[in-house]
């Protein structure tokens, strides 16, 4: 069986040709396409039982906030039983609720609560790996001859040392951990307390098609598939190629048999359900995504990828003064890129997340004079792209960054265990502790600023994690009543895109690529033409993106003021952004 969505795909062949020649071709139509997603990190949402850590309980009081953005899907992160040594992303039975977070009879009424006010559901799953607590491991590891020992992937210790593998969180940097009673070493390309599950048993895949269907008979609309780009992996484990994956990591997308299980999982499951489905395209390039998510091989809707991240992290700025520390040419080439490369497909748009800092701090400025511009322009930026966004809860604040400055201040593995590591090899733990200020995964996942009462509104207790300090001012209360807030910006730029179905399908095509302060591009479809200039830097910038403006009618723009276009120059103040409807 096949999705509705997938079967009236067809219109979407030309889309990449339309977006060389900037001629739209309307797409069959997909509530996925059209949504705005929101994402919630529910232990920093909404605490609801005076214990600091968020729950469902807490979600369910604050839906009329999320229905009020002009949203459509919440994208919960894991809510499972769990021992929580990542965070829910270790989980220890797939089938329960963490008690941390309430009852299954809270999450039914979550479900039931959200598609009363018209918000779909989609949950993370997480089935690269277990939690070490979960009884198929348990068991696992008691003994070679357990039914569950081949529900993982192991290397037996009289074959000697195991090949190399690299783990993203382990404090040594080896995916192997030895375990006494079987004589053997797991993988677990994530954490020791997160074993590898062993996707080449066909009893595995049907355990998790099962757990799969229990929640879509829950009544949720979805999943949104962690890491799901590793499930593969060659049991023979031969020694990886360090010319074609320098880092390893490159590697694990290309798994043999990767694409044969996720096309097995949309039979299975995805089909019959109808259901939404997005890839976390972990090491996925975007030379191979539209195998993942061209509709006729029926695997994905979507797959997100790092390239922002990259950009950000790994570029050096376009030259002296452009006050950007990156190369925006470069962001907005990878950006084009994917767009091209999702084929007949479809493109995610996000720059934030729970694994990543906060998106003003990291693409705009949490400045005070600049925070709310730039914020404005980010939102301007990510709901007139062609994909669909994925927005992370607060950044409809402009929430920032909240820069720890001790190891003791952060929960997060990653950072703890990467401290770790450097203590043991010698290296500069301030230099580390200084950097994961700009990128640790703690600044986004500091708790939820509802009002300036104590604790943000977030809790009547301490929270598990501290909350930013800025929270007397920057808070969705404060926010509420200012038309001029970052909050009612989000809110336009939301029913703007819902307004013009033609900003959704129609095609995108950059202008201006060598710009070095300047992001510029046209959307056009069904007739109707849209210019977006957003200026990604602190000073005043100007583009020349092509199209006479003289009868061009300002659609949407973050100043408070602004002077009518004309000719065919457009001056930009710092973090402007304005939409032309041509």
Known sequence: MIKTSRKKAGALRDERSAARTGVSNDTEPAWWKEAVFYQIYPRSFQDS???G????????SRLDYVRDLGVDAIWLNPVFASPNADNGYDISDYRAISPEFGTMEDFDRLVREAHARSLRVVLDLVVNHTSDEHP?????????????????????AE?????????????????????PPTDSYYLHYFSARQPDLNWNNPHVRSEIYDMMRFWLDKGIDGFRMDSISYIAKDP???ELDRTACPDLFSCYARGPRLHEY??????????????????????VTSGEVARFVEPGRQELDMLYHFGAAEVRNETTPDGEGTDIPYSLIALKRMFTRWDAAVGQGWPAIYLGNHDQPRMVSRFGSDEPGLRELSAKMLATFLLTMRGTPFWYMGDELGMANIRFRRIDDYDDIDTRNGYIRLQHE???????????????????????????????????VRPWLRVNPDYPRVNAAAQEHDAHSVLAYFRTAVTFRKQHRNLIYGSYRLLDADNKRVYAYLREGGGERYLVALNFSRRNALTLPGPELGRARIALHNYPDIAAPAGRVIELRPFEAVVYEL
């Open 53 to 60: 850590v968020g729950d469902l309980r807490g979600i369910v």
């Open 262 to 283: 996720l096309h097995e999982m949309n039979r299975e499951v995805l089909a019959p359900y109808r259901c939404f489905s997005v890839g976390e395209g972990s090491a």
């Open 159 to 179: 074959r000697g040392t195991p090949p190399q593998r690299r783990s993203h969180f382990d404090p040594a940097g080896t995916a192997w951990r030895y375990n």
């Open 49 to 51: 039982d005076r214990d």
């Open 136 to 156: 198929w491991f348990l068991s696992a590891r008691s003994s070679r001859r357990s039914p569950y020992y081949d529900f993982y992937l192991w290397w037996a």
């Open 236 to 238: 023979s484990f031969p």
């Open 426 to 460: 010698g290296g500069d733990t301030q230099l580390f502790l200084r950097e994961q200020a700009e990128v640790g995964r703690d600044n986004a996942r500091t708790p939820f600023q509802w009002n300036p009462t104590t604790y943000a509104g977030f809790s009547e």
